[in-house]
Nanobody, 116 residues
Framework: QVQLVESGGGLVQPGGSLRLSCAAS????????MRWYRQAPGKERELVAG????????NYADSVKGRFTASRDNAKNTVDLQMNSLKPEDTAVYYC?????????WGQGTQVTVSS
């Protein structure tokens, strides 16, 4: 049974940091490209960051470049998103996604709220 379970969301003040984690099971994690998406109320889901199966390749949305860092541990089947210098516009539900060929899996999401 495929599972992606996000954790680490919460309420943080502007300028603060959070680290999201996604624990994967039920598939060969080390062969999947992993992505983080987010969806704010009333907006479409958008890609935040991606990381290749071996962790060598990373890409980020322009809005988070220099502030967010994706990493993965293939031995632990986890992918993380370190978020620094958070802004109110980063408020959203953050989703973990696993993709390989025609297979595409999603987590249930974790809420991140940036507010004073």
């Amino acid at each position: 049974q495929v599972q992606l379970v996000e954790s680490g969301g919460g309420l943080v003040q502007p300028g603060g940091s959070l680290r999201l984690s996604c624990a994967a099971s039920g598939f060969t994690f080390s062969t999947y490209f992993m992505r983080w998406y987010r969806q704010a109320p009333g907006k479409e889901r958008e890609l935040v960051a991606g990381i290749s199966s071996d962790g060598a390749l990373k890409n980020y949305a322009d809005s988070v470049k220099g502030r967010f860092t994706a990493s993965r541990d293939n031995a632990k089947n986890t992918v993380d998103l370190q978020m620094n210098s958070l802004k109110p516009e980063d408020t959203a539900v953050y989703y973990c996604n696993a993709h390989r060929l025609v297979r595409n899996y999603w987590g249930q999401g974790t809420q991140v709220t940036v507010s004073s």
